[in-house]
């Protein structure tokens, strides 16, 4: 028996960017006689600069530009600063816009630089379609919220609260909660003086009745005008990974649908599809996790580290930090099954017993041994096949280089790793350079080594990345030779 934990794999359509990512979305809207699409434009904090002012305030700046075309003719345009809010750490930050717009199909067209890099940019378009205001109840494009709050708390505001967009309809490892609004419209059509406002939220991106509703609720609303806002927030703490449908609809007290409207959106908990698989799974009951208390589960799970895929390192490093003993032991016990289905204890304590010697030969002052370059390069791709420690030459500092005949995770021959240890301080080598394909590759790694050679290193490090040969200085030569 294998078992295999998968992870939801997210992907953002319409979006296409050069090194900036953002979250734009856009919701139509009905107010008196007009119809209106909303833009919201959301950005994260790590994919733009910040510039720091003198008393420490750090803000970034987007140019956005925004193009509504019907047709071939250009009916809107405006272009305009997004600024950050000035704060001591970087924050995500927002912008929202409305365009009143006549019935028509139209293409909306955003354009974001960076002001602060030059070289990052983003670029959004979306077909929209606005219909003319009839005289029928409606409901408006749902807005999807990761948090409201009362006025002024947030930075954009609506119906006299604020609310934060949810980041590319995407209910994140830390969203426990999803928040959602919707306007009804033509209600002064119901001759009763109460509506009924249901939710419903099933699996996948459709509510066809061969799905599953996972969560449902009711709330029953005053008709005291044409129109009403109906806001709710939903616990989604327990709901797996995976793809979702919002649907609100406008129902009678005879549980007729007087109109529906519905929103997709995606989920990604992968401590609660731990726990689950957990709960699922018999043999991890009685298996060799549940012998292991909280220390020697975190201890482990820092050692597998280097055998956990990309991909899943930012789990791995949440389950450490904050995760249940329940979803710990859940992905130890996943990894080690997937390593030997019959006998994972065995293969546990064999790769721990290692993982406790590189630990031992390579600790530091600041963490375990296998948490080092060198212990992680070690039990990611194990023992090199030879080795050439240097700690004598003299405008280098201590440095190593590890050579491996073969690591067959990257299909190579002949693949080597070069350690340094600038501040000289016991086992404080770091990765300097290799040539393993998906390791750190520096080009000037000789500039860097021999950084002390102040008199020989060039101006131009791009066009010429050695130094000149000198007694004693070798390392170029055992790179190139072993």
């Known amino acids: ?235 989604l703490s327990d709901v797996l990974s995976g793809e979702y449908h919002l649907r609100l609809d406008i129902i009678d007290r005879d549980k007729k649908v007087l109109a529906s409207q519905a929103q997709n959106f995606q989920v990604y908990h992968p401590e609660s599809d731990l726990v689950h698989a957990a709960h699922k799974n018999e043999y991890f009951e009685s298996s060799f996790v549940q012998d292991l208390d909280i220390e020697k589960l975190d201890y482990s799970l820092k050692a597998i580290s280097p055998q956990i895929a990309q991909n899943s390192q930012g789990i791995l490093v949440d389950l450490i930090k904050n995760g249940s003993i329940l979803a710990k032991r859940y992905f130890l016990f996943s990894y080690f099954i997937g390593q030997s289905s019959e006998h994972p204890e065995k293969v546990y304590k064999q790769y721990m017993e290692v993982a406790k010697a590189v630990d031992k030969t390579y600790r530091d002052n600041v963490g375990f041994g296998f948490e080092s370059d060198r212990g992680f390069i070690f039990l990611k791709y194990g023992r090199p096949n030879d080795k050439v420690v240097i700690t004598d030459e003299p405008s280098a500092p201590p440095y190593e280089i590890w050579i491996y005949e073969n690591i067959a995770m990257t299909n190579q021959t002949n693949v080597k790793f070069l350690f340094y240890n600038p501040s000289l301080a016991g086992n404080n080598y770091q990765l300097l350079h290799s040539t393993c394909r998906g390791e750190r590759n520096n080009p000037s790694w000789e500039l860097d080594l021999y950084g002390d050679a102040l008199g020989e290193i060039p101006n131009n490090r791009i066009d010429n990345r050695n130094v000149g040969d000198n007694y004693l200085r070798n390392a170029r030569e055992y790179f190139s030779d072993f």
């Open 1 to 235: 028996m294998k078992i295999v934990c998968t992870y939801l794999l997210v992907f953002i359509t319409n979006l296409s960017f050069a090194q900036m990512v953002a979250s734009v979305h856009t919701a139509i809207f009905q107010e008196a006689d007009n119809q209106y699409v909303e833009l919201y434009t959301g950005i994260p904090s790590h994919a733009v600069v910040f510039v720091e002012d003198a008393a420490g305030q750090q803000q970034a700046q987007v140019e956005m530009i925004c193009v509504i075309k019907k047709d071939s003719s250009i009916v809107a345009a405006e272009k305009y600063l997004i600024n950050s809010p000035k704060s001591v750490n970087k924050k995500d930050f927002w912008d929202i816009k409305r365009y009143a717009l006549a019935e028509g199909n139209y293409n909306i067209e955003v354009s974001l630089f960076d002001q602060n890099d030059t070289l990052q940019n983003f670029y959004f378009t979306q077909p929209i379609s606005i219909e003319a205001k009839r005289d029928r109840i409606e409901i408006s494009d749902l807005v999807l919220c990761s948090d409201l709050g009362g006025p002024g708390v947030y930075a954009l505001e609506k119906y006299g609260f604020s609310f934060e967009k949810l980041p590319y309809d995407l209910c994140s490892k830390d969203q426990d909660m999803l928040s959602f609004f919707g306007e009804f419209y033509g209600l002064n059509n119901i001759e009763k003086d109460e509506i009924v406002g249901h939710y419903q939220i099933y699996e996948g991106f459709s509510d066809d009745i061969n799905t599953s509703v996972i969560l449902q609720g009711y709330k029953k609303m005053k008709i005291d005008s044409e129109s009403l806002v109906f806001v709710e927030s939903v616990d």
